[in-house]
């Protein structure tokens, strides 16, 4: 890639191309329901705050909408959550091909979306390291739309790096990647599309400028993803031919929700901890809760990290409680706060965490095996895992964050995990302390201890 030739104020310059107004377009039935679980799963109510985390608020994926219009015509969406522009890029015979070789459909009046990721941008923050973020960010926003859905009342299918969806990368995404997609069937009336203002733009980007639908990625961005290319044909990050796709429907009946509406509006990291303890069945509770709906989302699906609770405090009175199957329970209460924070990577606002759920795996033999795929497994179940336990968190008024800054040696030393084990990712829990900054947001790697 050579980019010296070219004179540098002439790199500098930026152009408007793709910014010109396209024609509006009145969502149908199906849009509606897509954008109404994007409302609720993505995008959140606070102006400030999405409604799903992400390591340095970056963020890393682009996200589609297939649906059919009242034409019966399927049309292929790409939705920018920022400006909550949802743009047609295709339409036709084309994007059923495309659904008919994921082996996916679109139900009456529902939608598939589609997630995939973009590494670069957290990439562009902190390096390497950036693409665990981005694998662990997407699941986090996954199982988020799939619990959206099923609190708005409809069912859904989960499908995780379906095949044949390769298309919307190529042609329209490049430097990304097929992640993840979600078929979820019509919304009952009232309860999601039709219940409020829609702010959503919707427009035909195919009637202008068309070559300008194809992103144009960066040079930068190009050479992170030339750097993570494991494929012959250079096409894909991921694992060869790990297309995992064992699809999992969710069906409602008449059950509750498995997450209330209420947890998704009031989901937030904390900003730091405050010294104190929160009684250890908020905790027993907040990760049993998230275990148990996991095994029932996802029942025997590939490998699911290993997960261990270190709890700062002495076991008296809490030991010979039930705790979930499927996880380790280590009482650490010597553990001081120098010691967390020099395994958090000197994240000081994180020293009086009360207890740090840990998920960890083999990730040695894990890569050896069919081209790694069973990490990606590992990765998805981590980060979904992690967003149950945030919005079981909200529900009990639990401060949580999801913490990617850390020594996994440390916390294998500390919490005595198999020498084998590395950490894939952390979720702290302990007492709010409000109206701090989130550090992690900051511009520089903070969670990797880089200086501002
Ligand atoms: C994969 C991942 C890693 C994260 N790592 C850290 C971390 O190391 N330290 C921290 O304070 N917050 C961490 N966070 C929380 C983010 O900073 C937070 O999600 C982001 O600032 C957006 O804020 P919100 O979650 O309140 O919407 C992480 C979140 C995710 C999903």
């Known amino acids: 890639m050579e980019v010296r030739a070219i004179p540098l104020w002439t790199r500098m310059a930026v152009d408007s191309a793709g910014s010109g107004r396209s024609p509006a377009l009145t969502p149908a039935a199906g849009l509606r329901t ?66 008919c070789q994921a082996a996916l459909a679109v139900p009456e009046d529902g939608a598939v979306i589609v997630l995939a990721t973009r590494p670069w941008l957290s990439m562009r923050k902190y390096g390497d390291r950036g693409y665990l973020y981005t694998q662990l960010d997407t699941a986090h926003l996954h199982m988020n739309l799939v619990l959206a859905a099923d609190s708005l009342g409809a069912s859904v299918v989960l499908r995780r790096r379906p095949p044949g969806l390769e298309p919307l990368v190529t042609e329209y995404g490049e430097c990304a990647e097929v992640h993840s997609a979600l078929a979820v069937t019509a919304v009952p009336a009232g309860n999601g599309p039709d219940a409020g203002p829609s702010c959503w733009a919707v427009r035909d980007a195919r009637a202008t400028r068309p070559s300008s639908l194809r992103r144009q990625p960066h040079w930068l961005e190009r050479l992170c993803w030339e750097s993570l290319v494991t494929d012959s044909e250079g096409a894909a990050a991921g694992p060869p031919g790990a297309a995992v796709s064992l699809p999992t429907a969710v069906r409602r009946g008449s059950r509750a929700p498995l997450v209330p509406r209420a947890a998704f509006h009031g989901r937030r990291s904390a900003t730091g901890f405050a010294p104190g303890t929160v ?91 069919a081209g790694g795929s069973q990490l990606w497994t590992v990765l998805y179940h981590a980060g979904a895992l992690a967003q149950l336990v945030c919005l079981e968190a909200a529900r009990r008024g639990l401060a949580v964050t999801g913490v990617g800054g850390f020594d996994s040696e440390r916390w294998q030393r500390l919490a ?26 900051f511009a520089v790697a903070y969670a990797q201890n880089e200086r501002s």
Not at 426 to 441: C, E, I, Q, Y
């Open 34 to 99: 897509g954008l109404a679980v994007l409302d609720l799963g993505m995008i959140g109510r606070d102006g400030s705050r999405r409604a799903v985390p992400s390591a340095g608020a970056t963020y890393p994926y682009e996200c589609y909408i297939l649906t059919r219009d009242d034409a019966d015509a399927t049309g292929l969406y790409q939705v920018d959550p920022g400006r909550r522009l949802c743009q047609l890029l295709s339409r036709g015979p084309q994007v059923d091909a495309m659904l």
């Open 416 to 441: 005595g995990l198999p020498t084998d084990h590395d950490v894939v990712y952390a979720v702290a829990m302990g007492v709010d302390t409000p109206d701090a900054p989130k550090l992690d947001r």
């Open 279 to 369: 009684p250890v069945r908020d905790i027993q509770g907040t990760v049993g809760r998230a275990l148990s709906v996991l095994h029932d989302l996802l029942p025997g699906e590939g490998t699911p990290p290993h997960a261990t609770l270190a709890v700062r405090q002495e076991p008296h009175g809490h030991g010979e409680s039930a705790w979930p199957a499927g996880l380790d329970i280590r009482w650490v209460p010597e553990l001081t706060n120098e010691a967390v924070t020099e395994a958090f990577m000197a994240q000081r606002h994180l020293a009086d965490t009360s207890a740090v759920l840990l998920l960890h795996a083999p990730t040695a033999s894990l890569i050896d095996e």
